[in-house]
């Protein structure tokens, strides 16, 4: 695989979830990459023959694979199913894009890190998940770095966006429904609107890399998730029964990093689109109908 710009057919697998649907959105943008976007059926990661038989059938010069099983406090009750969507589906894929020498884009999470740092962890910071979920991704990202295909590892943190299930809507859903909302106050991130890693990951693509490369990627800025839930309701105009909390007294099955704020460092020299958190925040509102 040459390091020169990509062109023509992108496959986009997991592409009913909220980062497909964002790539979907952004991808006129792109207008060299044609994105494809086949549903969930026709291209199930775990199923070789079809996923190799739609790269074949379409000339396919990319992937970029957006499935990815993230119910967090579920995974500790389902390891294997993790284990074989987080790591299992994208070992498959990394041997496709090897045989058909085409890149691969594939994301992963703050929560490989432990969260007990104090500065913004870099891509060469070293791994330390603490919950089943971040092993599970964590062992994704060994299996890429293992394949010998051209592989970027994406890994952002708190993504939100327009579509599906994410803390954007579910606390703009709890408002409107008069809930009494107690949000952590003692986990520091940066919140990531979908549309931006979606922009992010076509710009990589069409750039081109070669050989296995971790990237990280958010927003600018950091906050907890009760100043993120704060900055939701003063941006949309809702009064909220907004109160803060700390981890101990939510308890959750799966533990949450502390600390999960990345350096943008390598980004920003890449040339990606970095802006704030809270600017990003403001786009994403504006396409909801509040």
């Given amino acids: 695989m040459g390091s020169g710009s990509i062109s023509g057919n992108i496959l986009v697998t997991g592409a009913a979830g909220q980062l497909g649907r964002s790539l979907l959105k952004t991808a006129p943008s792109f207008p060299d990459l044609r994105l494809i976007f086949p549903n969930e059926k026709q291209a199930d990661i775990l199923d070789r023959n079809a996923i190799t ?8 010069r990319g992937l970029i694979n957006c499935a ?16 074989l969507i987080n790591a299992t589906g ?11 020498n085409i890149p691969l884009i594939h994301f992963s999470t703050d929560y490989v890190f432990d969260g007990k740092a104090t500065e913004p962890y870099t891509e060469d ?13 964590l062992a994704g990202e060994q299996v890429l770095r293992a394949s010998g295909c051209d592989a ?5 943190s708190w993504l939100y966006s327009e579509y599906g299930n994410n803390f954007v809507l579910t606390m703009l859903r709890l408002a409107r429904e008069g809930k009494r909302l107690r949000v952590v106050n003692d986990q520091r991130g940066t919140p990531t609107y979908a549309t931006d890693l979606a922009r992010a990951a076509l710009q990589i693509l069409s750039k081109g890399f070669t050989g296995y490369n971790t990237l990280h990627f958010s927003a600018l800025g950091d906050t907890t998730w009760y100043g993120f839930a704060e900055e939701i ?10 109160s803060p909390v700390d981890t101990a007294g939510y308890p959750v099955k799966a533990p949450r990093p502390a600390y999960s ?3 943008m460092d390598k980004a920003r020299s ?8 809270q600017d990003a925040l403001g786009e994403c509102l504006s396409n909801i109908e509040l």
């Avoid at 309701?233 to 907004?242: M, S």
Wanted: proline share 7%; glycine share 6%.
């Fill in 68 to 83: 990815a099983y993230t119910a967090v406090d579920l995974a500790e009750d389902e390891p294997e199913t993790a284990y």
């Fill in 125 to 137: 910071s070293p791994a330390n998940p603490a919950g089943v979920y971040g092993k599970t991704k």
């Fill in 152 to 156: 970027m590892v994406v890994r952002t």
């Fill in 90 to 100: 994208p070992a498959i894929l990394a041997g496709i894009c090897r045989e058909q």
């Fill in 233 to 242: 309701f003063r941006q949309a105009g809702i009064k909220a029964d907004l």
């Fill in 261 to 263: 704020i990345m350096s």
């Fill in 270 to 277: 890449m040339g990606l689109p970095l802006r704030h958190w």
């Fill in 53 to 60: 038989a739609l790269v074949r059938q379409n000339d396919i």
